[in-house]
Protein backbone atom coordinates (compact mmCIF):
# COMPACT_ATOMS: atom_id res chain seq x y z
CA UNK A 1 0.00 0.00 0.00
CA UNK A 2 1.61 3.05 -1.03
CA UNK A 3 1.43 5.55 2.28
CA UNK A 4 0.28 9.04 0.40
CA UNK A 5 -3.14 7.03 -1.11
CA UNK A 6 -5.10 8.17 1.81
CA UNK A 7 -3.84 11.41 2.03
CA UNK A 8 -6.78 14.36 2.01
CA UNK A 9 -6.25 16.99 -0.07
CA UNK A 10 -7.26 20.82 -0.59
CA UNK A 11 -6.60 22.54 -3.58
CA UNK A 12 -8.03 25.81 -3.19
CA UNK A 13 -7.34 27.37 -6.59
CA UNK A 14 -9.85 29.62 -8.72
CA UNK A 15 -8.23 28.65 -12.42
CA UNK A 16 -9.56 25.62 -13.17
CA UNK A 17 -6.48 24.97 -15.66
CA UNK A 18 -4.69 25.07 -12.41
CA UNK A 19 -6.38 22.82 -10.45
CA UNK A 20 -6.75 20.25 -12.79
CA UNK A 21 -3.36 20.18 -13.60
CA UNK A 22 -2.57 19.51 -9.64
CA UNK A 23 -5.17 17.00 -9.39
CA UNK A 24 -3.58 15.17 -12.22
CA UNK A 25 -0.10 15.65 -10.51
CA UNK A 26 -1.49 13.94 -7.41
CA UNK A 27 -2.73 11.47 -8.83
CA UNK A 28 0.27 10.18 -10.19
CA UNK A 29 1.66 10.14 -6.70
CA UNK A 30 -1.10 7.41 -6.11
CA UNK A 31 -3.51 9.99 -4.34
CA UNK A 32 -7.10 8.76 -4.64
CA UNK A 33 -9.60 10.69 -6.49
CA UNK A 34 -12.02 10.34 -3.87
CA UNK A 35 -9.23 12.17 -1.41
CA UNK A 36 -8.47 15.16 -3.88
CA UNK A 37 -11.08 18.35 -2.90
CA UNK A 38 -11.67 21.08 -4.89
CA UNK A 39 -12.45 24.58 -4.19
CA UNK A 40 -12.31 28.04 -5.72
CA UNK A 41 -12.07 30.47 -3.41
CA UNK A 42 -11.17 30.34 0.18
CA UNK A 43 -14.25 31.09 2.00
CA UNK A 44 -15.19 27.77 0.78
CA UNK A 45 -11.82 26.62 1.74
CA UNK A 46 -12.81 27.51 5.42
CA UNK A 47 -16.28 25.68 5.26
CA UNK A 48 -14.64 22.31 3.88
CA UNK A 49 -12.12 22.11 6.75
CA UNK A 50 -14.76 22.62 8.67
CA UNK A 51 -16.17 19.17 7.53
CA UNK A 52 -13.03 17.60 6.51
CA UNK A 53 -9.74 16.45 7.63
CA UNK A 54 -7.23 17.23 5.59
CA UNK A 55 -3.09 16.32 5.54
CA UNK A 56 -2.22 18.89 2.51
CA UNK A 57 -3.52 22.17 1.55
CA UNK A 58 -2.09 23.86 -1.94
CA UNK A 59 -3.52 26.93 -2.13
CA UNK A 60 -3.68 29.97 -4.43
CA UNK A 61 -2.33 33.25 -2.74
CA UNK A 62 -4.22 35.66 -5.08
CA UNK A 63 -7.36 34.44 -5.12
CA UNK A 64 -10.76 36.94 -4.92
CA UNK A 65 -12.21 36.84 -1.18
CA UNK A 66 -11.05 36.67 2.36
CA UNK A 67 -7.07 37.31 2.59
CA UNK A 68 -4.66 34.68 2.67
CA UNK A 69 -3.42 34.51 5.33
CA UNK A 70 -6.10 35.36 7.25
CA UNK A 71 -7.30 32.23 5.66
CA UNK A 72 -4.70 30.39 6.52
CA UNK A 73 -4.68 31.51 10.05
CA UNK A 74 -8.35 30.30 10.40
CA UNK A 75 -7.35 26.97 8.84
CA UNK A 76 -4.36 26.41 10.99
CA UNK A 77 -6.40 27.35 14.30
CA UNK A 78 -9.11 25.29 13.25
CA UNK A 79 -6.99 22.40 13.91
CA UNK A 80 -4.98 23.16 17.32
CA UNK A 81 -1.51 22.67 16.64
CA UNK A 82 -2.55 19.60 14.47
CA UNK A 83 -2.88 21.67 11.35
CA UNK A 84 -2.66 20.63 7.40
CA UNK A 85 0.60 21.54 5.53
CA UNK A 86 -0.24 24.38 3.43
CA UNK A 87 1.62 25.38 0.40
CA UNK A 88 1.49 28.76 -1.54
CA UNK A 89 0.44 27.56 -5.00
CA UNK A 90 1.18 30.46 -6.68
CA UNK A 91 2.05 31.85 -10.23
CA UNK A 92 4.10 35.06 -8.25
CA UNK A 93 7.71 34.12 -9.10
CA UNK A 94 9.04 36.88 -6.85
CA UNK A 95 6.86 35.78 -3.69
CA UNK A 96 9.21 35.47 -1.01
CA UNK A 97 9.04 34.06 2.68
CA UNK A 98 8.14 37.63 3.81
CA UNK A 99 4.98 39.37 4.17
CA UNK A 100 3.12 36.86 6.01
CA UNK A 101 4.03 33.97 4.12
CA UNK A 102 6.07 32.31 6.46
CA UNK A 103 2.53 30.68 7.62
CA UNK A 104 3.14 28.87 4.88
CA UNK A 105 4.90 25.32 4.86
CA UNK A 106 5.98 25.81 1.81
CA UNK A 107 6.07 27.78 -1.93
CA UNK A 108 4.93 26.03 -5.07
CA UNK A 109 5.47 28.73 -8.31
CA UNK A 110 3.00 27.57 -11.35
CA UNK A 111 3.62 26.70 -13.72
CA UNK A 112 5.98 23.52 -12.92
CA UNK A 113 7.58 20.29 -13.83
CA UNK A 114 5.68 16.80 -12.61
CA UNK A 115 8.92 16.25 -11.17
CA UNK A 116 9.32 19.20 -9.00
CA UNK A 117 5.75 19.06 -7.89
CA UNK A 118 5.81 15.42 -6.67
CA UNK A 119 9.05 16.12 -4.84
CA UNK A 120 7.60 19.35 -3.28
CA UNK A 121 4.71 17.43 -1.97
CA UNK A 122 6.88 14.57 -1.14
CA UNK A 123 9.21 17.00 1.15
CA UNK A 124 6.20 18.69 2.71
CA UNK A 125 3.87 15.89 3.72
CA UNK A 126 7.08 13.60 4.98
Known amino acids: MNW ?10 DDEYSWEIARIFLESLWI ?7 VENWNKAIELTKKEI ?3 ILMDISMPGLDWIETSKKIK ?6 SPKIIAYTANQYLKRDNGIEIMDDIMIKPIEIETFKKQILDVLN
Open 32 to 38: KKENIFV
Open 4 to 13: LEDKKILIAD
Open 77 to 82: AKYNGN
Open 54 to 56: FDL
